[in-house]
């Protein structure tokens, strides 16, 4: 089993919809949870922290849920500009040396 | 403005040559990393560095090797043991050396896509 598995998609949704994402990861132990954006080519940038109490920004709500072992994000009313690959990440096993596992990334297509 | 510059962009490896990718970094962050990340996959750690003059092997070393002589700077050398180089380079620091309970944001370079002639 992978330590952190996402539905790869691609996830093809019209402008103004509602879509959410799921992120599973196998270590109880894990404390840290992210959310990454990644488009096409370029480098991953930090979209949100995920705590426990679950957190929002904007459009974008991210939770936790610890006994389940997932995380998820929901994006509302989608804009084409969020079309990218959205990676799950946790701190992994060693968590004393800050190493964290990513998923292989969830691909949003938003349509007009 | 700090960031984290990776070089080059685009990088050709010829069959039994070692190359090597740039990362430097003028945000005075103690941690390093270098990921791997190929088509449809996440990121895989290959090394990482939590301090000067120290590194540790993530989770593919092999093939791979790193120095980290200055604090600044983090380059990844892809030697001709590595049969499967071509990916995508993302080279990564964090202010905390990663310990649990800190800032784990990572900041990344805007990566080097390797590929093999």
């Known amino acids: 089993r992978k330590e952190v598995e996402q539905d790869p998609g691609p996830f093809n949704v019209p402008e103004g919809a509602t879509v959410a994402f799921n992120c599973t990861y196998s270590n109880s132990a894990s404390q840290s949870f992210f959310w990454y954006r990644q488009d096409c080519r370029k480098e991953p940038k930090l979209l949100m922290s995920?705590?426990?109490s679950g957190n929002e920004d904007g459009r974008f709500t991210a939770q936790l849920n610890r006994a389940s072992q997932y995380i998820s994000l929901l994006i509302r009313d989608s804009k084409l500009s969020d079309s990218a690959t959205y990676l799950c990440?946790?701190?992994?096993?060693?968590?004393?040396?800050?190493?964290?596992?990513f998923g292989q990334g969830t691909t949003l297509q938003v349509k007009p | 403005d700090g960031g984290i510059t990776q070089s080059p962009k685009y990088l050709f490896r010829k069959e039994g040559q070692n190359v090597t990718l740039s990362c430097e970094q003028n945000l005075n962050h103690d941690a390093m990393y270098w990921y791997r990340q190929d088509p449809g996959q996440g990121l895989r750690l290959i090394y990482y560095s939590q301090i000067v003059n120290d590194f540790q092997k993530g989770d593919i070393a092999e093939g791979y090797s790193v120095s980290r002589e200055k604090k600044e700077s983090f380059p990844l050398t892809v030697t001709s043991a590595q049969k499967n180089p071509t990916a995508f380079y993302l080279c990564?620091?964090?202010?905390?050396?990663?310990?649990?309970?800190?800032?784990?944001?990572?900041?990344f370079g805007s990566g080097t896509q390797l590929s093999v002639l």
């Open positions: 990564a620091s964090n202010p905390d050396r990663g310990a649990v309970g800190t800032n784990e944001k990572l900041f």
């Open positions: 990440v946790v701190n992994g096993r060693s968590s004393n040396t800050g190493k964290l596992i």
């Open positions: 995920v705590y426990s």
